[in-house]
Each structure stands twice: as structure tokens, then as C-alpha cells.
């Protein structure tokens, strides 16, 4: 969903609410008095109608997303690609259906990325230097070491599950014939 530029947070809990109101009012909590640390994230009227007719769809895009998932789940066995997991007590919504390139896989991450791209079917690295790493960090992690965050961040890939992927173009077999 969107909200055009800035985003939404819904909640029934008061002290959440009100923590997220100073937030993104500058932290007041009343006009000119500024009581924790805030930013202005305030949306435009505009955004929020956007934002309010999107939140009215997200079932149906939720419902879209978890199709899609599940239809790559059933149908793109590979022992080269380890697929989300899922817990039964958790519902997944699938903002991404990240998958690990393993080192049984006969092309690099960037390979596989690279021929699916050619057969139609985008793919994207959405996190590719782990937050240890990252510029602003640095002084704070300038020795942590993360192996493992560092290993996944070189083999993970997302395919689209978003909620305007057809059916026809969940195509598992231009994915199979290329990893």
C-alpha cells in the first residue's frame, strides 16, 4: 500500500499512539513544549485520504501476496535455493519472498538475477551490506563482526510477490530452467 510520500501506523494501544504523535511532531507534546525527541514526519492531508483509501485494500493485498508466496513455495523446489520459512504461529505477509542462493547452485546470485531478468521476471537485493556495515555505524560496530549477516547478504535475492503479480506471470519456469 501506499501513501504517496510518509507512511501510517495503526495501533490500539493509547501510550503507543501518543508516543508516535510527539514523534513526528517535532516530540512535543504540547505546542512549543518538546518533551522527547521527535522529527517532523507529519503527512499531508492528501497522502493520509491516499493512505486511508489503501488501508481499506490491504486484506485483499495481504491475500494477493500470501497467493503469490504460496505458489512459489509449491512449485520452485530446488535444492540450490532455500525458500522463507514460515511458523504456524505467525502470519506471514510477505513484503518480500527473499530467497538464499545456495553454493549448489550452478550460476552466482548474480548470474541467476542477471538470466531471470532476461526471461521477464525481476528480482532485487533489498538489503545488500548488512546494518553493521553501514556508514553511519561504523564508529558504533567499527569491530563487530556479523559472519553470518555477512554471508546471507551476499546470497539472498527477492522475487516479486507484490499484489500486481498475475498468475501468468508467476513463471516458475523460466525460474527452473535457469537456477
Known amino acids: 500500500m501506499t501513501t504517496g510520500e510518509g507512511g501510517m501506523v495503526t495501533t490500539d494501544n493509547n501510550e503507543y499512539a501518543a508516543k508516535i504523535r510527539r514523534f513526528i ?3 512535543q507534546s504540547e505546542k512549543y513544549l518538546h518533551t522527547s525527541l521527535g522529527y517532523n514526519y507529519r ?3 492528501i497522502g493520509g485520504a491516499i493512505g486511508v483509501a ?8 495481504n491475500k494477493r501476496r500470501l497467493h503469490n ?14 525458500l522463507p520459512a514460515r511458523r504456524k504461529d505467525c502470519n506471514h505477509v510477505f513484503h518480500q ?4 542462493v545456495t553454493k549448489d547452485c550452478s550460476l552466482s546470485r548474480e548470474q541467476l538475477m542477471e538470466a531471470l531478468t532476461e526471461k521477464g521476471i525481476g528480482t532485487a537485493v533489498h538489503y545488500p551490506l548488512p546494518i553493521h556495515l553501514q556508514p553511519v555505524y561504523k564508529l558504533v560496530t567499527a569491530n563487530t563482526r556479523c559472519p553470518v549477516a555477512e554471508e546471507l547478504a ?5 522475487l516479486p510477490v507484490h499484489p500486481q503479480v498475475t498468475d501468468e506471470q508467476l513463471n516458475i519456469s523460466a525460474i ?4
Open 97 to 100: 519472498y527473499v530467497v538464499r
Open 176 to 179: 527452473r530452467s535457469t537456477g
Open 154 to 158: 551476499g546470497q539472498v535475492m527477492s
Open 25 to 27: 511532531n517535532h516530540g
Open 69 to 82: 508466496a504460496d505458489y512459489f513455495d509449491r512449485h520452485l523446489v530446488a535444492k540450490s535455493l532455500v
Open 43 to 45: 503527512m499531508t492531508d
Open 54 to 61: 489503501q488501508l481499506a485494500k490491504l486484506d485483499g493485498f
